[in-house]
């Protein structure tokens, strides 16, 4: 151990800054999208469709609760000691001709990776599907020094041609359906054929069109990493269109740039995150490709590989003992698509990249919340609390009992000013701990009748108005139980 | 007291994360050494043998799912298979150290055949004129249907079988395991590797599969069984 002493927990925690909040709180940006039915019907086909084959593909497997366990146990030894791991990692890297870089947060990440393509003399870069490059808004970073990235990844690509925000982990365009895709394609890729269709397989040989000559000529690919393995310095891409293996074969410079929560400790570990990824995220036995690589090979793919180690926040996720095994996520998205919410609401409601119930817990937790006006103060009440999600998810992360932590922390951190909805719960408590109060408030509360309509109040006045405001609220009976009880009498034995 | 922010002007990057790291491993009271290691009970042998007709049989039903072809034939039949597989080829592209009788098979009828790093190395712009490709592999994976490359002698660098078109695997039945654990163990981080399930392929629109991205896309397995 080192004999550096960092002060108290809390006042060093150091928090993650770039694409992992938006300007809105969820139900807000929730209500704008429930109002869209083209999203709600993409999404409800998509998410059904997807959620069938994880199903059947983790049916197959007669030891697939075996091997969450092992996933689990796996990344809670290795946060244990991803000191020690990230220091093997970087000298097993360096060892084998690699380079390794430290990035404290996002605008670091970004200098770095800009800085080395800079270097390199390069005026584009061609980047594989990354989640942590999004995540640190590489492209606006590159963009603004000049330097213009493409998206390879066919979603990821129909989401940066139409300047969009991804919407999902694995399929950050599964918000467009195949006509939208069509329109756009034709409105942006040069030369893409006239008489182009919305058939999935002629949207695919357009992009393979459009990005091969690009393939032939990058100089510089930048990625993302599924993981790094400690022992050996090996960084895995798990990836499907072969868009992966052109940008980590055939440029001369390789970027990967990787949260530090990635690391795995042995190569026998890659044996379960091979199984459960790939079965989880799209539901396939295995994905189309995988790609592993340890520094360089010589005569073999780019000259010159750059590992970027990216903090933004996971440090200080780490220090809930509670919280941090959001960290634990491979970024498979089964809990998206087994959401009741994140289906109807769409991704790009949650603010940040990462959406559903995996980004409720975990963008609140690398942003840190400031107060409750803070749009991602409002993430970790976007659940109903199902449980869905802790069901399917292949590391086991508890979500629901993450979200209802996080639930906790934000009204503990709201005590000291108690609000409305503390006042009320405080108003109910006295009313309900004396039998004539009670009664008394029944018949009190039957006034409320006058707000409904067809048995549902649609909306209170005053400090109610944020009750209704999601949810419609059923209207009191214009008996109380207990009137009906004493109308009666006492039934005959 | 010492404050993290103060210091940090002094410190790395790479200092500061791992001092934050420790300090919030410290907060939550975690220490290392978390895992009992050995005792996660997933399946790590298959019941099968490592190159028996049962995982040989289950290898070809799986690889027949991903919409690749497969076929079966033994040592002697190799060639003849070969040149029936690459009627529609008119380029054909090979790493040095494929079998002989493979590498003749592979510039029958008349087809053009160039061999990577015989005399020189190909370029990638020429690399991507070709047609095809033939290589061995590695390892090959029943339940999922993979087949792995390492990049050796048999199998060429690893833009070879990513280039052209239509990708030519061949696999010795012993080669073939029935698990995911057991191939991983016959895999060195020394060399590049690359898993193989089926053509390139995307989900990405409405979450269908679609076979035939920026990979190969066809691909065809053959099988060898004894001699």
């Given amino acids: ?493 | 007291m010492v404050d993290a922010t103060r210091q940090a002007g002094q410190m790395s990057a790479r200092d500061v994360i791992l001092a934050r790291i420790r300090a919030a491993n410290d907060a939550a009271s975690v220490t290392g050494a978390a895992r009992v290691p050995d005792v996660h009970g997933y399946r790590i042998a298959g019941e099968h043998l490592q190159g028996s007709d049962a995982v040989v049989d289950l290898f070809i039903s799986r690889v027949a799912d991903y919409q690749a072809g497969v076929h079966c034939t033994d040592g002697d039949g190799v060639p003849a298979l070969l040149a029936s597989l690459l009627t529609d080829d008119g380029r054909v592209v090979v790493p040095a150290g494929l079998p002989e009788p493979w590498r003749v098979a592979a510039a029958g009828d008349g087809r053009e055949l160039l061999i990577d790093g015989q005399p020189m190395t190909i370029s990638t712009r020429e690399l991507d004129e070709m047609d095809a490709v033939v290589t061995a592999c590695r390892a090959a994976i029943a339940e999922t249907g993979t087949v792995v490359l390492d990049a050796g002698d048999d199998q060429g660098r690893r833009a070879l079988s990513l280039l052209p078109d239509h990708h030519i695997v061949a696999v010795r039945a012993e080669q073939i395991v029935q698990l995911v654990p057991e191939a991983i163990r016959l895999l060195s981080a020394d060399r590049p590797l690359t898993f193989i399930s089926g053509p390139s392929a995307t989900s990405d629109i409405e979450f269908n599969r679609v076979e035939g991205v920026h990979g190969p896309r066809h691909l065809d397995v053959v099988v060898i069984k004894g001699g």
């Fill in chain 1, 1 to 493: 151990m080192t004999g550096v002493f960092v002060g108290m927990p809390g006042e060093s925690v150091a928090y993650g800054t770039g694409n992992l909040q938006g300007s809105r709180s969820f139900p807000e940006a929730a209500g704008v999208a429930l109002r869209d039915a083209q999203l709600r019907s993409n999404l409800s086909r998509a998410t059904a469709t997807i959620r069938a084959k994880r199903a059947a593909a983790v049916a197959e497997l007669p030891d697939w609760e075996r091997l969450r366990e092992a996933a689990s146990a796996i990344k809670t030894d290795a946060m244990s000691r991803l000191p020690e791991l990230l220091e093997q990692l970087e000298a097993a890297v360096r060892a084998r001709g690699g380079n390794v870089h430290w990035a404290r947060d996002a605008v670091e990440a970004n200098r770095i990776v800009t800085d080395l393509v800079v270097a390199k003399g390069a005026r584009s870069v061609v980047k594989v599907k990354s989640m942590a490059t999004q995540e640190i808004g590489l492209n606006e970073s590159l963009l603004a020094a000049g330097i213009e990235p493409t998206e390879t990844d066919l979603a990821e690509l129909i989401v940066q041609l139409g300047h969009d925000f991804p919407s999902h982990i694995v399929v950050p365009a599964i918000h467009r359906n195949r006509a939208e895709i069509r329109e756009l394609f034709v409105r942006e890729i040069p030369g893409a054929p006239i008489g182009l269709s919305d058939e999935p397989r002629e949207l695919a040989m357009t992009a393979r069109a459009h990005l091969r000559e690009l393939f032939l000529t990058a100089r510089v690919a930048v990625s993302g990493a599924n993981f790094a393995v400690a022992e050996t310095g090996t960084v895995g891409v798990v990836e499907s269109e072969g868009n992966g293996r052109m940008c980590l074969t055939l440029p001369e410079t390789l970027i990967t740039v990787m949260g530090i929560e990635k690391v795995l400790p042995s190569w026998r570990d890659l044996e379960v995150f091979l199984q459960v990824l790939p079965r989880s995220a799209t539901g396939e036995r295995m994905n189309p490709y995988t790609s592993m690589w340890s520094g360089v090979s010589p005569g073999d793919g780019p000259t010159e590989f750059h590992l970027v180690l990216l903090d933004n926040g996971r440090t200080a996720t780490l220090a809930d003992p509670a919280g941090r095994a959001a960290l634990h996520c491979i970024r498979c998205s089964a809990c998206l698509n087994v959401c009741p919410v994140y289906e109807r609401t769409g991704g790009n409601a949650y603010g940040s990249i990462y959406p559903g119930p995996i980004g409720a817990i975990l963008s609140p937790q690398l942003t840190g919340v400031r107060n409750k006006h803070d749009p991602n103060a409002s993430l970790p009440f976007a659940s109903t609390l199902c449980g869905a999600c802790y069901d399917v998810c292949p590391v086991k992360i508890d979500i629901p009992t993450i979200l209802v932590h996080l639930r906790a922390k934000s009204v503990d951190a709201g005590r000291r000013r108690p609000d409305s909805e503390a006042l009320a719960f405080r108003v109910m408590a006295w009313v309900m701990s004396s039998p004539g109060r009670f009664s008394r408030a029944e018949r009190l509360l039957r006034l409320a009748r006058i707000f409904s309509r067809g048995g549902r109040i649609r909306r209170l006045p005053g400090p109610g108005a944020a009750w209704t405001m999601s949810r419609d609220l059923a209207a009191p009976p214009k008996e109380t139980f207990r009137e009906w009880w004493t109308r009666h009498g006492r039934p005959v034995r």
